[in-house]
């Protein structure tokens, strides 16, 4: 059985930094794209940051570019969100996703992902 559990979530400062993980067991980690999304409340989810099978591409929502970095460590079936300079609007409860189909791109298609973690509360206070 696939999980994904995130940690790391908390309340921060604007201009502040948060590190999220993401766990992942049940299957080949350092075969499959991973995403993050985002939900705050009244809102859609919404696409975040994703990387490459490989770890080799990024992909980033315009709103959090240049602020978040998405990573992975093969080695401990791990993908982490390095938020830097974060603002009051990036408060939601972010998931993290595996990618569906082995060895993809990054990708920010919800379709594209089967597996979702149970999310973790990031919020912002100004």
């Known amino acids: 059985q696939v999980q994904l559990v995130e940690s790391g979530g908390g309340l921060v400062q604007a201009g502040g930094s948060l590190r999220l993980s993401c766990a992942v067991s049940g299957r080949t980690f350092s075969n499959y794209a991973m995403g993050w999304f985002r939900q705050a409340p009244g809102k859609e989810r919404e696409f975040v940051a994703a990387?490459?099978?490989?770890?080799?591409?990024?992909y980033y929502a315009d709103s959090v570019k240049g602020r978040f970095t998405i990573s992975r460590d093969n080695a401990k079936n791990t993908v982490y969100l390095q938020m830097n300079s974060v603002k009051p609007e990036d408060t939601a409860v972010y998931y993290c996703?595996?990618?569906?189909?082995?060895?993809?791109?990054?990708?920010?298609?919800?379709?594209?992902?089967?597996?979702w973690g149970q999310g973790t509360q990031v919020t912002v206070s100004s």
């Open positions: 990387i490459s099978w490989t770890g080799g591409s990024t």
């Open positions: 996703a595996i990618a569906r189909s082995r060895r993809t791109v990054a990708a920010d298609l919800p379709s594209l992902y089967d597996y």
